[in-house]
Structure formats: structure tokens, C-alpha cells
């Protein structure tokens, strides 16, 4: 069972960059998804989360406030991935995003790390002039 994270990089502000999610092992659809990211110095925060639902219109979405208008979680189930588009960067979203999976989350939980079974490795994302 694994989590891998990739896509970071470095950009300028006001790029964009595509994080993937790959799970292999398991189903990735079969749990709900979050994007936590860290930069030094501060705690690990909850990005994105997605459940379990297939992207319809009952499918659950968080975003903390900073991001919102900006990021994207999706998955695609086929690949048994999931991505965060990330837009219109600025030099505060420069940290570590993690991916984690878990199931049996309840969606007041979705954002708090501790809910979750599976961490990928991280990805550094760098937004700078």
C-alpha cells in the first residue's frame, strides 16, 4: 500500500502547477483524499479534501479560505489518482504538500490530519519571483 506525490516544482507567482496523487495497493476511490501542505516554520494544514463520492453533485469539497478560487481537487478513478490544480500561486502556498488517504472519515473530520491512514512522500512546491 502507497501513496506517491509529485508535480512540484518551482514557479513564478501567479503560475500554476498540477499535483498528482497516484495509490497503488488499494483503491484510491474507495477513500477520501486530502492535500496537507507544510512550510517551514508552521504546522501542517489541510489544503483540499475530497470523499468518497465520484465527483458527482452530492460529492463533498474543502478548501481552506487562502486557496479557495484558486485550487482544484479531482480524481480520476481510472488512474486511481487524484490531483490538485493549483492557480494563480502566490509565494505563501511555497511549502511540502503531502497527499493522504483514508476511509470511514466523517466530512467534519475530512480536514484534520489525524483522520488519516495513508501519507504520500510530499512534493515541494516553490513560488517565487
Known amino acids: 500500500v502507497q501513496l506517491q506525490a509529485s508535480g512540484g516544482g518551482s514557479v513564478q507567482p501567479g503560475g500554476s502547477l498540477r499535483l498528482s496523487c497516484t495509490a497503488s495497493?488499494?483503491?484510491?476511490?474507495?477513500?477520501?483524499v486530502a492535500w496537507f501542505r507544510q512550510a517551514p516554520g508552521k504546522e501542517r494544514e489541510a489544503v483540499s479534501c475530497?470523499?468518497?463520492?465520484?465527483?458527482?453533485?452530492?460529492?463533498?469539497?474543502y478548501y481552506t479560505d487562502s486557496v479557495k478560487g484558486r485550487f482544484t481537487i479531482s480524481r480520476d478513478n481510472a488512474n486511481n489518482m487524484v490531483y490538485l490544480q493549483m492557480n494563480s500561486l502566490k509565494p505563501e502556498d511555497t511549502a511540502v504538500y503531502y497527499c493522504?488517504?483514508?476511509?470511514?472519515?466523517?466530512?467534519?473530520?475530512?480536514?484534520?490530519?489525524?483522520?488519516?491512514?495513508?501519507w504520500g512522500q510530499g512534493t515541494l512546491v516553490t513560488v517565487s519571483s
Open positions: 495497493g488499494f483503491t484510491l476511490g474507495d477513500y477520501a
Open positions: 493522504a488517504a483514508g476511509n470511514g472519515i466523517i466530512l467534519s473530520s475530512l480536514s484534520r490530519a489525524d483522520a488519516y491512514n495513508y
Open positions: 475530497i470523499d468518497t463520492s465520484d465527483g458527482d453533485a452530492n460529492t463533498y469539497y
